[in-house]
């Protein structure tokens, strides 16, 4: 079962499974910020019958019943609220749905099985648990403390997840810290489609290009870093999905309880001047840009320690900087 599975994350995950014969997949989303647009593109890529049920997951009732009914032992956990800056504007919101419906989903998930099935709990955690670098890169043991309520969110989640794995003899869980997921899907069908005007980095890139009268802000250009912007870890959503196709074969094979956390990313740092010239010349067009003040909250660099991820899960990025921004403009371009 897939939360969250119209989603950016969830819908790349849900093709991926889909060409496994092996999997019986149920896609459940509420349609907070996804469309039935993109569930008909689902199905389309997914060629086989696509399980799809509108549900909340801060439903109990509803969950227990499906869980129940169709016999789940898999979770991966996407569904979520997952913009930084409404995180500060409706703190309570967030929590409600992140950390009490992740409490509710994963509660309802034990209770409504039997004690000696082997259950399996994938959560899409986020590199914002991290906070501000005490080195870098960060590695999985880099000690948590973000600074924004959608990173206190994750933390919560993943201690959640943590004790209730010490407390339940049969469940298995693991958390995958993504870094910045961009690009899209091959096909271009699915990809990211944020509501209102994005916040992150590679969708503004994309608006920008669309909207050939605007120009892109650059939040500071005085960073301590080569070139003075920011550097962040882009990481291609078709490797993320992957990551999860890794992370569910090591839970399948891990034969008693645990709880391990693995960075998601690219392990390299690229700032926002590297990303904007290499989409110009991906892409063969021009992104107008101008230097603004730096953006209260913003770390000047981070990017992660994949060793983990590599030695446990055999998992590694496969794309570079240069197919992702490909992707994400193609994905732009074929509405
Ligand atoms: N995209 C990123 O940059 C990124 C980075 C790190 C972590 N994450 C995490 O990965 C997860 C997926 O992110 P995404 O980019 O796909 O976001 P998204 O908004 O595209 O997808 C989340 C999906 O969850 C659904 N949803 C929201 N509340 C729900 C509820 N109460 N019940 C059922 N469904 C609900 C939404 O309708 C949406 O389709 C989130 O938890 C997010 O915090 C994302």
Not at 178 to 203: K, Q, T
Not at 303 to 331: E, G, V, Y
Request: net charge positive; charged share 25%; with cysteine.
């Amino acid at each position: 079962m897939i939360t969250g599975a119209l989603g950016y994350v969830g819908s790349h995950i849900a093709v991926l499974l889909s060409k496994n014969p092996n999997f019986d997949l149920f896609l459940i989303d509420n349609f907070e910020n996804s469309s039935k647009d993109t569930l008909k593109k689902i199905k389309f890529l997914c060629k086989s019958k696509i399980n799809f049920f509108e549900m909340d997951i801060r439903n109990s009732l509803t969950i227990s019943d499906f869980i129940k009914s169709k016999n789940i032992k898999t979770i991966i956990h996407c569904a979520g609220l997952k913009s930084v800056k409404n995180s500060e504007l409706h703190p309570d919101e967030y929590e409600e749905v992140n950390v009490t419906g992740s409490y509710t989903l994963l509660n309802s998930f034990i209770n409504s099985n039997n004690k000696k099935d082997e259950l399996n709990f994938i959560f899409s955690s986020s590199a914002c648990v991290y906070g501000k670098p005490v080195y870098l890169p960060y590695d999985e043991l880099h000690p948590t403390n973000p600074f924004n309520n959608y990173g206190h969110n994750k933390v919560s989640i993943e201690n959640m997840l943590n004790k209730k794995v010490r407390q339940t003899d049969n469940l298995k869980v693991v958390s995958l810290r993504y870094f910045n997921p961009v690009g899209a899907h091959d096909s271009y069908l699915i990809g990211d489609r944020p509501s209102g005007y994005p916040e992150n980095l590679m969708p503004i890139i994309n608006e920008v290009a669309k909207n050939k009268s605007s120009k892109l802000e650059i939040y500071g250009n005085d960073y301590n870093t080569p070139d003075g912007t920011a550097v962040r870890d882009y990481v291609h959503i078709l490797d993320v999905a992957q990551g999860h196709l890794s992370a569910l074969k090591y839970l399948f094979n891990c034969k008693k309880k645990s709880y391990e956390v693995f960075n998601l990313g690219s392990g390299k740092g690229i700032s926002v001047l590297e990303l904007i010239d290499t989409f110009q010349r991906v892409n063969k067009l021009k992104i107008p840009y101008f230097f603004g003040k730096r953006r209260k909250g913003d770390l000047p660099e981070y990017f992660a320690d994949t060793s983990k991820a590599k030695k446990i899960l055999n998992w590694s990025p496969t794309k570079n900087l240069d197919q992702m921004c490909f992707s994400s403009w193609k994905f732009e371009n074929t509405l």
